[in-house]
């Protein structure tokens, strides 16, 4: 028998000053316990001691010139958490929060992940706390060819398939693309995320936005309601957000918000035309991390050093980073009268946020299935790559839209309650935990 506390005692002691990776744990161990100890056979076979510990921790030195020629160091990383399931698969963040905790921590979410995605995929993930911001695009590159000269050793199609995440998008993906060809002289889908000219996928740019979305419509639809004429709020101003501020829009949805670390946007007319998603591509490409800008472009309000959480919507859609979203903000949202918090981000609201949600039963759906889109697109270029052939944005889109759909069944299968509320973060935790247990037991240690 496993009790929680005993149990996440270990893991503190295992993993001192790693607070975001023992959140993580905690999270899912909190779901499962009970299943676990009604399950004779995860018990015997250690699953959860075995699940919670990385395959391999990879750390690494950069070395690289800035514009002023400058030698710099930073520490590059890669988790490879579990390859049960498939290859490592995840992104790389480039940002200065990271540390080799926030890496863990990442690395595990994402293998239970990946496995909602019903695809071959183990989880990952990489990154350095090199920081993007004010840098130019040659400091970008020599960078990323700086990363990729000591990351090829680790990764291959088969074996570890890394893609983006915060900080690198399809520009850094294109440079890590190009070095590790010229180190290896091969064509082969060891990163995703690449150009559509050069391997990539149509819709995997899209793809986390338009997954959270398609998510969201199955928990409303869940509910008897649709997209139509919803207010949502949305933060960060990314890819992710991007994506999403576009699906929602076409869904006959209202958002009204976006933010940065400067503050958030309140655009009461919507975000709603190509010129306003384009502008956001723009704020990205700039490296300044502010949305400032699109106040004055677009005649909306800009409201500096606070989070958009304040603001009254029927969704809220976290699409920034991790634990950007408190308790305070939780209690805001809920005074306001939100109906769905829809986690985009990785861990994107803190455990006490989570808890007063599933106290007044707003219904909370967790980043592991609701971002689930963007790796899932991922999955399918790797199988378009070993093919040697693309589909059509159409034909990806269609697969996109199954695969959210059956994260959204798994999740109402595993976390419905008697009263009726759905906790989708038990589901998705049960759900991708007993896949990869079950692999486990039937691998063998
Ligand atoms: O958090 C994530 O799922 C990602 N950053 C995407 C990972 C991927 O391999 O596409």
Partial sequence: MYRLDDFMAGIERKNPSEPEFIQAVREVVESVIDTVNDNPKYIQNRILERITEPDRVISFKVEWEDDDGNIRVNRGYRVQFSNVLGPYKGGLRFHASVTEGTM?????????KNALTTLPMGGGKGGSDFSPKGRSDKEIMRFCKAFMTELYKYIGPDTDVPAGDIGVGGREI????????KIK???????????FGWGGSRIRPE?????????????????GETMQGKRIAISGFGNVAWGAVMKASQLGAKVVTISGPDGYIYDENGINTPEKWAFMLQLRAANNDVVKPYAKRFGAD??????????????????AIQNELDEKDASSLIGNGVKYVIETSNMGCTDKAIELFRKNHILFA?????????????????????MHYHWSAEEVDEKL???????HSECVKHGATDGGYIDYAKGANIAGFCKVADAMCDQGF
């Fill in 366 to 386: 967790p980043g592991k299935a609701a971002n689930a889109g963007g790796v899932a697109v991922s999955g399918l270029e790797m199988s378009q790559n070993a």
């Fill in 207 to 223: 793809a986390t936005g338009f997954g959270t979305m398609y998510f969201a419509e199955n928990m409303l639809h869940e509910n």
């Fill in 104 to 112: 863990k921590f990442l690395a595990f979410e994402q293998t239970f």
């Fill in 174 to 181: 294109g440079y890590l693309y190009g070095q590790y060809k």
């Fill in 185 to 195: 002289t091969e064509n082969t889908g060891v990163l995703t995320g690449k150009g």
């Fill in 401 to 407: 839209k199954g695969i959210m759909k059956s994260i």
């Fill in 302 to 319: 800009f409201i500096p050093d606070k989070k958009p959480w304040e603001v009254p919507v029927d969704l809220a859609f976290p699409c």
